[in-house]
């Protein structure tokens, strides 16, 4: 059983690490430092468990996207202070190094997964996933296997490796929901509507042939909490039992000897707090 029980607290600010957001960036972006607030007041993790990662480079960003894109993207209005706030693509790299180091770590953030080498689309502007499986694979040759459990199919991501047999991109997602149309991921799970947890959680079984087969050098885990029952933009009837599938993941793969990364996906509420607890599940996971 999961207990999420924080509520009613101050909102705390470490200046290292947590920067807070203008109130018309609060949805959905603002969620980011409140999962690590949670982690740290409710003891999942200590401070000294707190990777900070480095502004990303162009050169690093490159490896996915267009010059073009990144010239209108890098050049546009947006500071190196806004670009830190979003938490996205280097912290997913810096979990991919640290998993790579010591077998697992978690992110707080991460899992713009919509985002294309030319274009952002749906809440994603730079593809978070894509760039830290090519930097993996570039710098060291490994075999990344990308898995995506956010309820929207990693569209982007899918795209970008079509070609790419190095990357193995494995989608479970709400067949009617966004994006309307698919790209083709190595392995796509479609879900009807309103699934409920016994037969989401039945969708595992094609985590243990992936590893066996593929055999990849590190996975990188999207455990997107928008299967939840309460989420505003999902569609299926998922409850706090998306442990279970945290923890199968994280298991199933560390248990084989796979290196695993993990990055929070997407989640959407009004409710910050609750949204930013339903996020903390994976790390709570991972402790185990
Ligand atoms: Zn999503």
Known sequence: QVRLESKKLPIIHHSKYVCELPANHRFPMGKFPRVLHFLLKDQVITEKQVWVPAIASKDLLSCVHTDDYLNKFLSGKTS?????????????????????????????????????????????????????????????????????????????????????????????????NFPLRKQESDLDISLEDGLEDEEYLSTEAHLPWLLQTFRPDLVLYDAGVDPHWEDELGRLRLTDQLYRRD??????????????????????????????????????????
Not at 248 to 257: A, C, D, E, H, L
Request: with cysteine.
């Open 80 to 176: 190196e202070q806004e670009q830190r706030r979003t938490g996205f693509p280097w912290g997913t790299v810096l979990a991919a190094e640290a998993a790579l180091q010591r077998g697992l770590a978690c992110s707080t953030a991460g899992g713009t997964h919509h985002a294309f080498p030319g274009y952002g689309s749906g809440f994603c502007l730079l593809n978070d996933l894509a760039v830290a499986a090519k930097y993996v694979n570039s710098s060291s040759k490994k075999k990344v296997l990308i898995v995506d459990l956010d309820v929207h199919q990693g569209d982007g991501t899918a795209f970008i490796f079509k070609e790419e047999p190095a990357v193995f991109t494995f989608s479970v997602h709400c067949g009617k």
């Open 247 to 288: 923890l199968y993941v994280m298991k199933t793969t560390v248990n084989q000897g796979v290196p695993i990364a993990t990055v929070i996906g997407g989640g959407y509420s009004r409710d910050l707090d609750k949204l930013a607890l339903r996020h903390s599940i994976v790390h709570r996971a991972a402790t185990q």
